[in-house]
């Protein structure tokens, strides 16, 4: 296969995005489309290698997977490596078994499985992981394992059927991409089936230069024609690159705009033309050459950096740690992935036992964390367990976890069978319970909670991760509550909870009852709270709207178990009141328009005075994570200002 150097800088277009955007830089919005460009560049060269063997009646599966192996496994074990130390001094416990857990999924090939399993792509708490990175590693792996296999047996078949099924391929996945980014966003987002298409795009790309390209470029010789379409697919990255942001749904047909683009330097570029000698130039092809490498360090480098500083990393530091990234990549890349690439050095048997070795200690070392629920460890700063800190972090769900998600009547979701007080909302009316019967343990409850399902019997809000059909079944949800308490004889009050930032954000949708779907704007919202608030009052009821405790926008649940875990002050995660955070800022002024009417209870009046938000009481933590309380908070604050007063004191 002829050398391409223009191949090697668009790896540098694609790595440099990647970086920037998860260092955080907010002009890389879109950087995260870098993976994208690297699984067209990963299809076509696959591809071209394997078609070129094949005709040439060379090509085997141990050599592809020997290739395969030399290229991928010597610099991603050094990193996994290189984490380990980390890992186990900074990470705390239930951090170090979701590590473990990581390692036994990289070398699985399932990285892309596990981390669609735990969350999204977009969560803050993503910034944590070091080798989230790993799952686009995963998605090309499983790619190498099944496309192989599949032009073995399209070979038996005509040209013209290879080609056909490269494009039923893409059409197929590009069209389940499509429905999973509005239906199953997160599984959209890290599955071979929905970004094969990406790769297939690179695949028809080898066949067109293997096969067609003497035939097309008889029509197409025309070097203005190389230019434009040259330019236009840089064009087209930089716009995905520049103007893309997490409210895009990706991969869908916008994913389109940077593989086109991809596609088009591949087929147009060369020497030969401007966009061709711009990437070939020697910074952009050093870059690509060492892209790989890169790629593999910079995430750990980031994750580790925002578990070592009790608050957010500075922008100085990321800054600092992008320039290593490309030091240690350089590094890596010269001493040891090219080593790794001579067969003088390391023969065929020397890489499978490399491999399988590595592979072997890092699956018991995953086993192991995982198993050991992260090796049952103690600070060694103050002695603290590692039960005693993850005790903090539990879920507060309220009665029972029962009671989230399900329109549940079961015992475990009331203290009473004459229930008189509901508790109706989302988390931020699961975590009021235990404030509630700290300060009353004969307290007659009912839970009725739905994770992100707001206490609004007629809008429900539409969010790149709960999509229009979940809101549906919130609004099912709501009427249930509404059922209820119209057949209930004893329900004498109603505590409404929600992260009110779900319907206000201006990014988000409301679908109504009606089917009707509009852009959230306050106005509106405003609008069917108050109709909430007044249907409950016409069915005999009084409603007690609670607030979302205050917050900056930091995880501060896991800045008091950092700093715990540390032996350091918890004084180090107040905050100072000009720091709230915006949503909480914008919930305040949109309840503050209900207490003329209606009961209204903030919860930062409590935990912060004229300056400072505190975040725990003596050793107690007020907060489990950015905003929920946790279990112990919810009963420290109930109990003194006695929650259970605040709802029946008419």
């Known amino acids: 296969m002829k050398y391409r150097a223009e191949i090697d800088g668009l790896r540098a277009i694609a790595v440099i995005p990647v970086?920037?955007?998860?260092?955080?830089?907010?002009?890389f919005s879109g950087g995260f489309v870098g993976v994208d460009v690297?699984?067209?560049?990963?299809?076509?060269?696959?591809?071209?290698?394997?078609?070129?063997?094949?005709?040439?009646?060379?090509?085997?599966?141990?050599?592809?997977?020997?290739?395969?192996?030399?290229?991928?496994?010597?610099?991603?074990?050094?990193?996994?490596?290189?984490?380990?130390?980390?890992?186990?001094?900074?990470?705390?416990?239930?951090?170090?078994?979701?590590?473990?857990?990581?390692?036994?999924?990289?070398?699985?090939?399932?990285?892309?499985?596990?981390?669609?399993?735990?969350?999204?792509?977009?969560?803050?708490?993503?910034?944590?992981?070091?080798?989230?990175?790993?799952?686009?590693?995963?998605?090309?792996?499983?790619?190498?394992?099944?496309?192989?296999?599949?032009?073995?047996?399209?070979?038996?078949?005509?040209?013209?059927?290879m080609i056909a099924s490269f494009?039923?391929?893409?059409?197929?996945?590009?069209?389940?991409?499509?429905?999973?980014?509005?239906?199953?966003?997160?599984?959209?987002?890290?599955?071979?089936?929905?970004?094969a298409w990406e790769l297939g795009i690179g695949a028809c790309i080898a066949f067109y230069f293997v096969y067609k390209k003497q035939t097309v470029r008889a029509l197409l010789s025309h070097q203005s024609i190389d230019e434009i379409l040259g330019v236009v697919g840089l064009i087209l990255i930089g716009y995905s690159v520049f103007f893309f942001d997490a409210t895009v749904p990706f991969p869908s047909v916008y994913?389109?705009?940077?593989?086109?683009?991809?596609?088009?330097?591949?087929?147009?570029?060369?020497?030969?033309?401007?966009?061709?000698?711009?990437?070939?130039?020697?910074?952009?092809?050093?870059?690509?050459?060492?892209?790989?490498?890169?790629?593999?360090w910079h995430q750990p480098l980031f994750a580790f950096a925002h578990h070592r500083s009790i608050h957010e990393p500075s922008e100085l530091l990321i800054m600092g740690l992008s320039l290593v990234t490309f030091v240690l990549a350089y590094l890596s890349c010269k001493y040891v992935e090219k080593p790794f690439r001579r067969k003088d050095l390391f023969s065929r048997k020397a890489i499978f036992i490399f491999g399988l070795s590595g592979s072997i200690i890092f699956l018991s070392i995953g086993v192991a964390g995982h198993l050991t629920g992260g090796f049952n460890r103690v600070s060694d700063k103050n002695g603290m367990t590692q039960e005693a800190i993850e005790t903090q972090f539990r879920i507060n769900h309220g009665l029972s976890n029962n009671c989230d998600m399900l329109p549940s009547l079961s015992a475990?979701?009331?203290?009473?069978?004459?229930?008189?007080?509901?508790?109706?909302g989302d988390s931020y009316a699961m975590h009021l319970v235990p404030g509630i019967l700290s300060s009353n343990p004969n307290a007659k409850i009912i839970q009725l909670t739905k994770s992100v399902c707001g206490p609004f019997f007629d809008v429900a809000p539409v969010t790149k991760s709960y999509p229009a059909e979940w809101a549906r079944g919130c609004l099912e949800y709501t009427n249930e509550v509404r059922k209820l308490i119209k057949a209930s004889n004893t329900i004498k009050y109603v505590v409404l909870g929600s992260h009110f930032n779900n319907y206000l954000t201006a990014n988000n949708e409301l679908l109504f009852r009606n089917g009707d779907i509009e852009r959230a704007n306050v106005d509106t919202v405003t609008r069917e709270f108050q109709k909430t608030l007044e249907e409950l009052k016409s069915m005999g009821v009084v409603p007690v709207v609670f607030s979302s405790p205050p917050a900056n926008g930091e995880d501060l649940g896991r800045c008091l178990g950092k700093a715990e875990w540390m032996g350091e002050e918890l004084d180090r995660c107040d905050f100072e009141l000009s720091q709230m955070s915006e949503d909480r800022t914008g919930e305040y002024r949109f309840l503050d328009g209900f207490k003329k009417t209606d009961r209204v209870v903030r919860l930062d009046e409590m935990t912060c005075d004229q300056s400072i938000c505190g975040t725990h009481w003596g050793s107690v933590w007020i907060y489990r994570d950015a905003g929920h309380l946790s279990i112990a908070g919810s009963a420290a604050l109930g109990k003194k200002y006695n929650f259970y007063n605040m709802i029946v004191n008419d």
């Open 19 to 27: 970086i920037l955007f998860h260092a955080g830089f907010e002009w």
């Open 38 to 161: 690297f699984f067209v560049i990963s299809g076509y060269l696959i591809t071209t290698i394997i078609l070129a063997e094949k005709e040439k009646g060379s090509f085997s599966l141990a050599n592809f997977y020997e290739r395969r192996a030399r290229r991928i496994l010597p610099a991603l074990f050094l990193v996994m490596f290189a984490c380990l130390p980390f890992a186990w001094f900074w990470l705390l416990p239930s951090d170090l078994k979701d590590f473990s857990q990581s390692l036994i999924a990289v070398v699985t090939f399932s990285s892309n499985i596990l981390f669609w399993q735990e969350t999204g792509y977009w969560g803050a708490e993503n910034e944590l992981k070091p080798l989230l990175h790993t799952w686009s590693l995963a998605v090309e792996e499983q790619y190498y394992v099944l496309f192989p296999l599949f032009l073995m047996l399209m070979w038996r078949f005509p040209k013209s059927w």
């Open 167 to 195: 494009v039923l391929l893409v059409v197929c996945s590009l069209i389940a991409a499509q429905w999973s980014a509005y239906n199953d966003p997160t599984a959209n987002f890290f599955l071979l089936t929905t970004r």
């Open 255 to 296: 994913a389109l705009v940077p593989t086109i683009g991809t596609g088009l330097i591949i087929v147009f570029a060369s020497q030969n033309t401007w966009v061709g000698r711009l990437l070939g130039m020697k910074i952009p092809v050093e870059i690509g050459l060492i892209s790989y490498s890169a790629y593999l």
């Open 412 to 424: 475990d979701c009331k203290t009473s069978d004459q229930p008189e007080i509901l508790i109706w």
